[in-house]
């Protein structure tokens, strides 16, 4: 219980700073809504100009964007996007933070299991994110009444909004595996943005090919907006593939700590 406690007070600078970051972003985004709205055909006009795989890989793709539903799918397209780079993050700092601050021996020396320190550290990213995702979607639902002032169906927002926790247990899992089988990590962010990023830019390879398997190969194709408009739900394929990949990494990930040396200093 003393290291879970621990991970979440680390852990807690940058949870607030992501957490209002998405929460900032979509207010920023909502406060414009009625603008594209009234531009709406326009804007439409002006992206027809563009290849269509510009426009699926940045949310403007069979969306309506004159209707709250289909703004909100253009808008979680970005949110997803940095609610990823949090994820990586968060799965890669929890299991390295020792090793970069040259405080393993300390860890090591308390009289705890590899299994009760990594349970504990997979724990608090999960409270973390689970929390983060809470706090965006309560936002959502205060703020679209205000800034909005038109009805929306919870259910699609609630779809939406959770898309961005099923995208982050990818990248959690993901990162703690880099974190256990890498023998050093110097700096966290840099491996995020690098990994995250070459995902999304397997999505945009995917969005010029429009081959179904390499759909598989990145989270950012499981939960797209437009799918869920159409489908009023997740697709059950792509659902089942981020929760077995998950399991998955993170099973990898516990037995790759178990016996990682880490060096005491």
């Not at 169906?153 to 699609?156: A, C, F, L, S, T």
């Not at 099923?166 to 890498?182: C, D, M, P, T, Y």
């Given at each position: 219980m003393q290291?879970?406690r621990?991970?979440?007070?680390?852990?807690?600078?940058s949870?607030?700073?992501?957490?209002?970051?998405?929460?900032?972003?979509?207010?920023?985004?909502?406060?414009?809504?009625?603008?594209f709205r009234?531009d709406?055909?326009?804007?439409?006009e002006?992206?027809q100009?563009?290849?269509?795989?510009f426009?699926?890989?940045?949310?403007?793709a069979n969306?309506?964007?004159?209707?709250?539903e289909?703004?909100?799918s253009?808008i979680?397209?970005y949110l997803?996007?940095i609610?990823?780079?949090?994820?990586m993050k968060l799965?890669v700092?929890l299991?390295?933070e020792?090793s970069?601050?040259k405080?393993?021996d300390?860890?090591?020396s308390k009289?705890?299991?590899r299994?009760?320190v990594?349970?504990?550290k997979f724990?608090a990213?999960?409270v973390c994110?689970?929390?983060q995702?809470?706090?965006l979607?309560?936002?959502?639902?205060a703020l679209?009444?205000?800034?909005?002032?038109e009805?929306y169906?919870?259910?699609?927002f609630?779809?939406l909004?959770f898309?961005?926790l099923?995208?982050?247990?990818?990248?959690?899992?993901?990162?703690?595996?880099?974190?256990?089988?890498?023998q050093?990590?110097?700096?966290?962010m840099?491996?995020a943005?690098g990994?995250v990023?070459?995902?999304f830019?397997?999505e945009?390879?995917n969005?010029?090919l429009l081959?179904k398997?390499?759909t598989?190969?990145?989270p950012?194709?499981?939960?797209?907006?437009?799918s869920?408009l159409h489908?009023?739900?997740y697709d059950?394929?792509?659902?089942?593939?981020?929760?077995?990949v998950?399991l998955?990494?993170t099973?990898?990930a516990?037995?790759?700590?178990?016996?990682k040396d880490?060096h005491?200093t």
């Open positions: 290291i879970f621990m991970e979440l007070w680390r852990s807690l600078r949870w607030v700073y992501y957490t209002a970051s998405l929460i900032a972003i979509l207010v920023i985004f909502l406060t414009f809504f009625m603008t009234e709406a055909a326009l804007l439409d002006l992206l100009n563009f290849p269509p795989e426009r699926a890989a940045f949310g403007f969306v309506d964007l004159s209707q709250i289909g703004y909100l253009f979680f397209s997803v996007l609610g990823a780079v949090y994820g799965g700092s299991l390295s020792e970069r601050r405080t393993a300390f860890l090591l009289p705890v299991r299994d009760q990594f349970l504990a724990s990213a999960m994110v689970i929390v995702n809470l706090l979607f309560a936002a959502g639902l679209i009444p205000i800034l909005v002032r009805s169906d919870i259910g699609i609630a779809l909004s898309s961005v099923l995208v982050q247990l990818f990248f959690i899992g993901l990162g703690q595996v880099i974190a256990s089988a890498v050093t990590l110097k700096q966290v840099p491996i943005l990994v990023f070459f995902f830019i397997i945009l390879i969005q010029s081959e398997a390499l598989y190969l990145t950012f194709s499981y939960f797209k907006g437009a869920i489908l009023h739900g059950t394929s792509y659902l089942l593939s981020d929760i077995v998950f998955v990494l099973l990898l516990a037995w790759l700590y178990r016996r880490i005491a």
